[in-house]
């Protein structure tokens, strides 16, 4: 993991970032100014940046899952995970559309997993999303991972089970953000759930193709993941320490929409808390000089994954295959030749062979891969 933050237009800049639980970095960095332990057991770091001057974290983490994660909360906790905000609220309207949608159930695991459903059938996945937060996207029907991850904890604690909005990225490439859902169940622990991946798959099951994404059945996302990703932090709208001052007359430079209202990423904060931490927060003051829009290195800064060993391997052979096998196949068809033929069947081989080692879709890609090699087999015959 390679992260990297630089100052390039501000006098100063306050930055706030969950600490990674990683035992050393390979990079000399800044040093935060504080650190504060919050309420999702991790540590909060808070830097001041000066103008030129730079953040940079590289370090080796395993891939986040749950196994690791306590089997019971305290009543603070629970407590914290339960919690109305802005972003999730706990409302008249979500509070009767989960018991709506709950009333059969008996078990909170049984509760959980109607929400999933229903949130899956109902609700369409658009990126970018027009609008951030539950009350917009109950209205519109449409979001992005944060919004579905977003309704799914309201929901959830509406009906008194503990959840969070997990955000983090897919662990290989650059800046491949994405937010996901667990909920906690007393001695189980906390249960994973990606309600917005559930729904690609389920609606869209060929948009991860050609990427190095391992994906699963849709049903499979409640209660389990892929395993490939890493996380930024436990929970959206975390307090910040020390405490954000809101710009009293900011002028909007980037601007997004939250339930309806316009709110300034870098100059305002929710209640004191950052919108999310993806995987910073920061603060700057606007002059005259500042364009009015910043692009996504200047608000987030950049950040690089890379999986090692037989993950890498694979993930790099599906995409070189599947190139390999698709320009093959257009010469081929162009220029019919017999080794233009051979290479191509046997590109799509690997690549079939490369889902099956990866365990994703087996008997579709058996059956594939068995009538690609009797395919190369009679090409190789009739030669």
Same mark, same amino acid.
């Given at each position: 993991?390679?992260?990297?933050?630089?100052?390039?237009?501000?006098?100063?800049?306050?930055?706030?970032?969950?600490?990674?639980?990683?035992?050393?970095?390979?990079?000399?960095?800044?040093?935060?100014?504080?650190v504060t332990e919050i309420p999702t057991g991790e540590q909060l770091a808070y830097y001041v940046i000066n103008k030129n001057e730079h953040l &940079?974290?590289?370090?080796?983490?395993?891939?986040?899952?749950?196994?690791n994660e306590k089997k019971t909360l305290t009543e603070e906790e629970k407590k914290f995970y339960l919690r109305d905000t802005i972003l999730s609220p706990i409302n008249k309207e979500t509070t009767r559309l989960a018991e709506e949608i709950t009333y059969q159930q008996e078990t909170d695991k049984e509760k959980a997993r109607a929400i999933f459903y229903y949130i899956v059938k109902n609700y369409r996945y658009v990126?970018?999303?027009?609008?951030?937060?539950?009350?917009?996207?109950?209205k519109l029907k449409e979001g992005d991972c944060g919004e579905f991850s977003m309704l799914f904890t309201a929901l959830c604690r509406a009906i008194n089970i503990p959840a969070r909005t997990v955000v983090g990225s897919w662990a290989y490439?650059?800046?491949?953000? &994405?937010?996901?859902?667990?909920?906690?169940?007393?001695?189980e622990g906390w249960i994973?759930?990606?309600?917005?991946?559930?729904?690609?798959?389920?609606?869209?099951?060929?948009?991860?193709?050609?990427?190095?994404?391992?994906?699963? &059945?849709?049903?499979?996302?409640?209660?389990?993941?892929?395993?490939?990703?890493?996380?930024?932090?436990?929970?959206i709208e975390i307090e910040l320490v020390p405490a954000y001052k809101d710009e009293e007359e900011a002028i909007i430079v980037n601007s997004m929409v939250i339930n309806g209202e316009n709110f300034g990423w870098g100059q305002q904060s929710i209640n004191g808390c950052a919108p999310y931490l993806q995987p910073i927060y920061i603060k700057f003051q606007v002059n005259n000089d500042l364009p009015f829009s910043l692009d996504a290195s200047q608000v987030l800064g950049t950040w690089k994954i890379r999986e090692h060993g037989l993950k890498l391997l694979l993930a790099v052979l599906k995409i070189t295959s599947?190139?390999?096998?698709?320009?093959?196949?257009?010469?081929?068809?162009?220029? &019919?030749?017999l080794y233009l033929e051979a290479t191509f069947k046997l590109s799509f081989i690997v690549f079939f062979l490369c889902f099956i080692l990866r365990r994703e879709y087996l008997i579709v890609f058996s059956i594939m891969l068995l009538f690609m090699v009797l395919s190369l087999l009679a090409t190789l015959d009739g030669s």
């Amino acid at each position: 993991m390679d992260y990297f933050y630089k100052n390039e237009i501000f006098d100063q800049i306050q930055l706030w970032m969950i600490l990674p639980h990683v035992s050393q970095y390979n990079e000399n960095t800044l040093v935060p100014a504080q650190v504060t332990e919050i309420p999702t057991g991790e540590q909060l770091a808070y830097y001041v940046i000066n103008k030129n001057e730079h953040l &940079h974290l590289n370090y080796e983490i395993e891939l986040y899952s749950t196994k690791n994660e306590k089997k019971t909360l305290t009543e603070e906790e629970k407590k914290f995970y339960l919690r109305d905000t802005i972003l999730s609220p706990i409302n008249k309207e979500t509070t009767r559309l989960a018991e709506e949608i709950t009333y059969q159930q008996e078990t909170d695991k049984e509760k959980a997993r109607a929400i999933f459903y229903y949130i899956v059938k109902n609700y369409r996945y658009v990126y970018p999303p027009s609008c951030r937060g539950v009350n917009s996207f109950l209205k519109l029907k449409e979001g992005d991972c944060g919004e579905f991850s977003m309704l799914f904890t309201a929901l959830c604690r509406a009906i008194n089970i503990p959840a969070r909005t997990v955000v983090g990225s897919w662990a290989y490439g650059k800046m491949n953000a &994405h937010a996901w859902n667990e909920f906690f169940i007393e001695e189980e622990g906390w249960i994973s759930v990606d309600t917005s991946m559930a729904y690609m798959q389920k609606k869209r099951p060929w948009s991860f193709f050609g990427e190095s994404i391992r994906t699963i &059945h849709w049903k499979k996302y409640f209660g389990q993941t892929e395993g490939q990703r890493v996380v930024f932090s436990k929970d959206i709208e975390i307090e910040l320490v020390p405490a954000y001052k809101d710009e009293e007359e900011a002028i909007i430079v980037n601007s997004m929409v939250i339930n309806g209202e316009n709110f300034g990423w870098g100059q305002q904060s929710i209640n004191g808390c950052a919108p999310y931490l993806q995987p910073i927060y920061i603060k700057f003051q606007v002059n005259n000089d500042l364009p009015f829009s910043l692009d996504a290195s200047q608000v987030l800064g950049t950040w690089k994954i890379r999986e090692h060993g037989l993950k890498l391997l694979l993930a790099v052979l599906k995409i070189t295959s599947l190139i390999t096998a698709a320009v093959t196949m257009l010469l081929n068809f162009i220029v &019919h030749n017999l080794y233009l033929e051979a290479t191509f069947k046997l590109s799509f081989i690997v690549f079939f062979l490369c889902f099956i080692l990866r365990r994703e879709y087996l008997i579709v890609f058996s059956i594939m891969l068995l009538f690609m090699v009797l395919s190369l087999l009679a090409t190789l015959d009739g030669s």
